[in-house]
C-alpha cells in the first residue's frame, strides 16, 4: 500500500507559478513510477508529467517547457514546478504512483488561473 498526500495547488494570475508537493508512505521502494495527472471540468483525467526510478522524465505537449518534475528521495516526495502558467492550465491536479501495475491516487489539489 502507498498513501499519496498533495499539497500546493491555489489561485494565480496567468504567467504566474506555482509549486506542487506529493509525499509518499507506506512501500515506497516498490514505486516504479510516479507523476502527476490533472483533470478539467468535463474532461478525462490526462498525464502531465511522470518520472520513473530510473530518473527519467516525461511531459505532455502542453506543459513541456513550462512544468517541471523532480523529485527528493529522502523525503519520498515528487513536486511539479509549474511556471507560465495558462487559464487552460485550471484543473484538479493529482499525483500518482505506480507500484507493480496498481494504481495508487492522492486526494487532489484544485489549480487555478485566472486571465
Known amino acids: 500500500q502507498v498513501q499519496l498526500v498533495e499539497s500546493g495547488g491555489g489561485l494565480v494570475q496567468a504567467g504566474g507559478s506555482l509549486r506542487l508537493s506529493c509525499a509518499a508512505s507506506?512501500?515506497?521502494?516498490?514505486?516504479?513510477?510516479r507523476g502527476w495527472y490533472r483533470q478539467a471540468p468535463g474532461k478525462q483525467r490526462e498525464l502531465v508529467a511522470l518520472?520513473?526510478?530510473?530518473?527519467?522524465?516525461n511531459y505532455a505537449d502542453s506543459v513541456a517547457g513550462r512544468f517541471t518534475i523532480s523529485r527528493d528521495s529522502a523525503k519520498n516526495t515528487v513536486y511539479l514546478q509549474m511556471n507560465s502558467l495558462k487559464p487552460e492550465d485550471t484543473a484538479v491536479y493529482y499525483c500518482?504512483?505506480?507500484?507493480?501495475?496498481?494504481?495508487?491516487w492522492g486526494q487532489g489539489t484544485q489549480v487555478t488561473v485566472s486571465s
Open positions: 507506506g512501500s515506497i521502494f516498490s514505486i516504479n513510477r
Open positions: 500518482h504512483a505506480a507500484v507493480d501495475g496498481r494504481s495508487y
Open positions: 518520472i520513473v526510478r530510473g530518473g527519467t522524465t
